[in-house]
């Protein structure tokens, strides 16, 4: 049972709920007031660094955001199987965890092979993943600014493919999905937060995905959104530290003779 039983279809949920998932929790970080000493950057690096404006970062977004609600209906409706009530049959609660835990180590897989490529390929970094870096300093709502064609294949055909792989029913999706977009919105939000749950439990952070964004770190730090293990078993981890900045705020330093 769940709460938008009765009213909507778990298809239009798995489609439209992290869209709406993703503007509100952006939208969270995006109205906080500046909190300078949870900044791992300060606002006039932020205004100086970034190459892109934010109303070109939304509609970035929204593009992507097309794309993927088209594909998850596509998605839903040839996969759709139902009982004889003509409701799909949703397995037990431990069978949907274990589903959502192999849909974040797939998604993972899929995003870390896709992502180091673009790096390495030239005429992809110059022509299509370029346009994810030119937040160099990155903040919450731009945690989706990408090319169309990156936005495709990086996030939209990662959560297709974990949908498949694990089978699980697209009420299951709404919740792995809402909270992939969750994960990947904190990621990007440029704030140390104290009591930030995802700062405990994944070292695949803030912190972390800010090394990548950095010059030093773009040819590392590849993996996202859960889990590091594909950097640390392929050699692209970098290590940092956090430090206290003179002006104020933090700041995620590369640590480049610690390297493993």
Request: charge should be neutral; glycine fraction near 6%.
């Amino acid at each position: 049972m769940v709460f938008w039983e009765g009213y909507v279809s778990d298809d239009v949920m798995g489609t439209f709920a992290p869209i709406v998932v993703y503007w509100l929790y952006a939208g969270f970080y995006q109205l906080l007031p500046r909190l300078d000493r949870y900044r791992l950057h300060t606002e006039k690096e932020e205004e100086q660094k970034n190459l892109v404006r934010l109303s070109t970062v939304v509609k970035g977004v929204l593009l992507q955001q097309l794309v993927q609600a088209t594909v998850a209906q596509v998605l839903f409706l040839v996969t759709a199987h139902a009982s004889l009530l003509g409701v799909p049959v949703q397995p037990s609660i431990p069978v949907q965890i274990l589903q959502v835990f192999i849909a974040m180590l797939v998604m993972d897989t899929w995003q870390y092979f896709v992502h180091r490529y673009m790096h390495h390929n030239k005429f992809l970094y110059r022509h299509i993943h370029s346009q994810h870096h030119r937040l160099v300093v990155p903040y919450a709502v731009g945690a989706l600014y990408n090319h169309p064609l990156e936005g495709l294949l990086l996030d939209t055909f990662g959560g297709a493919m974990s949908f498949l792989i694990t089978g699980m029913t697209p009420r299951t999706a709404v919740f792995f999905f809402c909270f992939a977009v969750i994960k990947t919105i904190d990621d990007h939000c440029g704030l140390w937060l104290p009591g930030n749950i995802f700062h405990m439990f994944f070292q695949n952070n803030t912190a972390y995905h800010d090394i990548h964004h950095q010059l030093q770190g773009s040819k590392y730090n590849y993996s996202q959104p859960f889990f590091s293990v594909w950097d640390r078993m392929l050699g692209t981890y970098m290590p940092y530290s956090l430090v206290t900045r003179l002006q104020g705020g933090l700041e995620a330093r590369p640590l480049k003779d610690l390297r493993v």
